[in-house]
């Protein structure tokens, strides 16, 4: 079967959480985010894509973690130590600058806003494989944070799903070199059907007519 392509029609864009305490100055997670951020050029090249799908008529979605709130994850059987470091810190707090959307990455009239992700799958206990389907998409393109947390499980769960899976590698960030390192040279390869860079992937949608919202 001949593939198509990014289109307008098949893919969307997957921003991932694109939280204050993520991204901005002041966040809680920023310290251990700057570095690797300032690295790979995180927030420009996230603004990049964005503005290219954006143009290109691509359906955009915004998949968040849970912003959490007093007493989330208390009664849990079995917690991980990252939800249980979320819990602790209030990380993405309901309510607080923290929990909303860097002022970049606002979600447009049109653009679709995920039910929220408990733990690290975009896909599991959320809507947005239904999301997907009913939209006809069949291509998804992943942004954001963090590397081998919601955007490597995510990216797996959707190929599992039968999704054309691309992860841009510059406009994802981590905590550490080593956890891009796991996501990109050896888990990605796995599952992945393109790791681009954003000037890889927006110039693939060079020749795509503006239909967006």
Known sequence: ?????????????????PYNDFLSEGGKLWPRTKAVAEQVGLLDHMRQVLAAARAAGLRVLFVPHRRTAPGDYETWAFLSPSQDATRKALIFAAG????????????????????????????ANTDLDFLLKQ?????????????????????????ELG???????????????????????????????????????TAGLSGIATAGP
């Open 135 to 159: 939209h006809h998409v069949s291509r998804i393109v992943l942004m954001g944070m963090r590397a081998n947390t919601c955007i490597d499980t995510t990216a797996r769960f959707a190929q």
């Open 1 to 17: 079967m001949n593939d198509p392509g990014y289109t307008s029609e098949n893919t969307a864009l997957l921003v991932v959480d």
């Open 96 to 123: 607080s600058w923290g929990g909303e959307f860097h002022p970049d990455f606002q979600p447009r009239d049109g653009e679709l806003r995920v039910h929220e992700h408990w733990s690290a799958s975009g896909f």
């Open 163 to 201: 999704y054309h899976d691309t992860l841009i590698r510059d406009a994802i960030a981590a905590f550490r070199p080593e956890e891009m390192q796991a996501t990109f040279e050896i888990n990605a390869p796995a599952y992945a059907h393109a790791v681009l860079t954003a000037d890889e992937f």
